[in-house]
């Protein structure tokens, strides 16, 4: 089980990982079912959001677009970056469950019926 974090615009990931201003962390893996919360960060700011990267613990992000400059900072962090996703949350979470996510999936952008 491995703690993840996906960059948010509504319930789809994020098309930019500097003006994201919602992120949903939460344990994935295929020994789990998924637990997440989705959290609204006060500002966009992707300095901020590095740190609360690195303050949560998160093994993992997946983002639409991330600059050089922050994949190679959370990579060297030893945080893995599935970065140009694109997708439903539930896709997302499905495929981080599933370790079948890959960089620049392009996933379900429906809901899934529960």
């Given amino acids: 089980m491995k703690k993840a974090l996906v960059t ?12 994201t201003a919602e992120v949903w962390i939460g344990q994935v893996g295929p020994d789990s079912s998924p637990k997440g919360k989705t959290l609204v960060l006060s500002s966009a700011s992707a300095d901020e959001l590095c740190k609360l990267i690195l303050t949560e613990k998160a093994e993992i992000v997946v983002t639409g677009a991330i600059e050089y400059k922050f994949y190679d900072y959370l990579e060297w962090k030893g945080v893995t ?6 997708g439903h949350l539930d896709a997302v979470v499905e495929a981080l469950d599933a370790e079948t996510l890959t960089q620049g999936d392009i996933l379900d952008f429906e809901a899934k019926a529960l």
């Fill in 81 to 86: 970056v599935y970065d140009s996703v694109v």
């Fill in 8 to 19: 948010l615009d509504l319930d789809h990931v994020a098309s930019r990982f500097d003006l």
